[in-house]
């Protein structure tokens, strides 16, 4: 079961970022879909918690170079 997991991060400063951190999350065991908005630091993921919780997607990121942090919105 796949749940849609909302993240920000604050530090998105290029457009390059992107593709980066939606590799690194796509590499994940149970990642479906990631989406990262640079204009809003908006990172959307569909994922299976028991595969990959939302503490390995921010580790993911973080792996990148970046920080994030879950996001009610």
Do not use: W
């Not at 457009?15 to 149970?30: D, F, N, Q, T, Y």
């Not at 918690?49 to 970046?66: F, W």
């Amino acid at each position: 079961m796949t749940q849609k997991t909302v993240l920000r991060s604050d530090e998105l400063s290029c457009p390059s970022c992107v593709p980066k951190i939606e590799k690194a999350l796509r590499g994940l065991p149970g990642v479906e879909k990631a989406e990262v908005r640079f204009n809003t630091g908006r990172i959307e993921v569909e994922h299976d918690p028991a595969q990959s919780d939302v503490e390995a997607l921010v580790k993911a990121i973080r792996g990148t170079g970046y920080e994030a942090r879950p996001s009610a919105f």
